[in-house]
């Protein structure tokens, strides 16, 4: 079964410390992994997608990178706007959004002024 | 592009009643998506849609949740009765087929119906 685990569950920060969250997955044969963000309130607003181990992608103070196992989101200077709940997903099937379409449980991100 | 449209935002229900969430699907995609969200669980897909077709409904938790989407710029998930563990948010996403590498297509998600069901 495919499984995605988020760690950790909640992490905070000061503004400008710089961390990272970890999304591990177990899956058959992984063909995209998915970073999005959401804030009380929202849905999901999607911020990177990933396709295969080594590459990497940045937007502003963030950067996603990919591992055969994992995908970390690196924070660098964090800001208070940057609070928020990030989530991964992982699709395992080319042409399938559905079932194989799995999201981990969030980290929940808070960064102090 | 407007995004992903549901309705309502928001409904407080007494138990045993009828509801009834709407969703209009941005433009172009031919994929739909019903999800719920709990602090407990995350977030489950409950059932998809392609082509306006249900194509995998095995996460609808039971016979009282309905969903129908009669083309494709409208869908609804009905729950009926409700219950208060249906108390949740409920998300309609859309995506738009075409999977190769480096495609970029993600799901795209509305602002959710926060269902609270007393």
């Known amino acids: 079964e495919d499984q995605v685990t988020q760690s950790p569950e909640a992490l905070r920060l000061q503004e400008g410390e710089s961390s990272s969250l970890n999304c591990s997955y177990t899956?058959?044969?992984?063909?995209?992994l998915f970073w999005y963000r959401q804030d009380p309130g929202k849905g999901p607003e999607f911020l990177f997608t990933?396709?295969?181990a080594g590459e990497e992608k940045e937007k502003e103070r963030l950067k996603a990178t990919l591992t055969k196992k994992e995908s970390f989101l690196h924070i660098t200077a964090p800001k208070p706007e940057d609070s928020a709940t990030y989530l991964c997903?992982?699709?395992?099937?080319?042409?399938?959004?559905?079932?194989?379409?799995?999201f981990g449980p969030g980290t929940r991100l808070s960064v102090l002024p | 592009d407007a995004g992903v449209i549901q309705s309502p935002r928001h409904e407080v229900t007494e138990m045993g009643q009828e509801v009834t969430l709407r969703c209009k699907p941005i433009?172009?995609?031919?994929?739909l998506f019903w999800y719920r969200q709990t602090m407990m669980r995350g977030l489950e897909l409950l059932i998809y849609f392609n082509n306006n077709v249900p194509i995998d409904d095995s996460g609808m938790p039971e016979d009282r949740f309905s969903a129908k989407m009669p083309n494709a710029s409208f869908s609804t998930l009905k729950i009926q009765p409700s219950e208060p563990r249906d108390s949740a948010v409920y998300f309609c996403?859309?995506?738009?087929?075409?999977?190769?590498?480096?495609?970029?297509?993600?799901?795209?998600f509305g602002e959710g119906s926060w269902l609270t069901v007393v």
């Open positions: 996403a859309s995506t738009a087929a075409g999977v190769t590498p480096g495609s970029g297509n993600t799901i795209y």
């Open positions: 433009s172009g995609h031919d994929y």
């Open positions: 997903a992982v699709r395992t099937v080319p042409d399938n959004y559905g079932q194989n379409f799995v």
């Open positions: 990933l396709y295969s």
């Open positions: 899956v058959s044969g992984l063909r995209g």
